[in-house]
Nanobody, 125 residues
């Protein structure tokens, strides 16, 4: 079992920055892929970024590439999402997720077994 708890959301003006954190507990260290998804009102959940917990390889959605950075601190069992140059269209609830080794593409919701409660990010224009 893996438990995930996000923090760091809030209200920021366009062009600003926020850093989200996700404290993970349980067996995250072996073969897990950690990621962030987001969901805006009336829209489907959308892949944002992912990182391999052991190898550290990172993956990004085109919409955030160059602006967002996903990282992890294995010693603290914490996942981060540094978000820079935020835009109003980044407004959404952001979810930390974890999934075991799988052939399902990493940008698919069904790839992930564990989800946090979410943290709201609102970007004003």
């Amino acid at each position: 079992q893996v438990q995930l708890a996000e923090s760091g959301g809030g209200l920021v003006q366009a062009g600003g920055s926020l850093r989200l954190s996700c404290a993970a507990s349980g067996r995250t260290s072996v073969g897990y892929l950690m990621a962030w998804f987001r969901q805006a009102p009336g829209k489907e959940r959308e892949f944002v970024a992912a990182v391999s917990w052991s190898a550290g390889a990172t993956y990004y959605a085109d919409s955030v590439k160059g602006r967002f950075t996903i990282s992890k601190d294995n010693a603290k069992n914490t996942l981060y999402l540094q978000m820079n140059t935020l835009k109003p269209e980044d407004t959404a609830a952001y979810y930390c997720v974890a999934g075991r080794v799988s052939s399902i593409p990493l940008n698919q919701v069904r790839r992930y077994d564990y989800w946090g409660q979410g943290t709201q990010v609102t970007v004003s224009s």
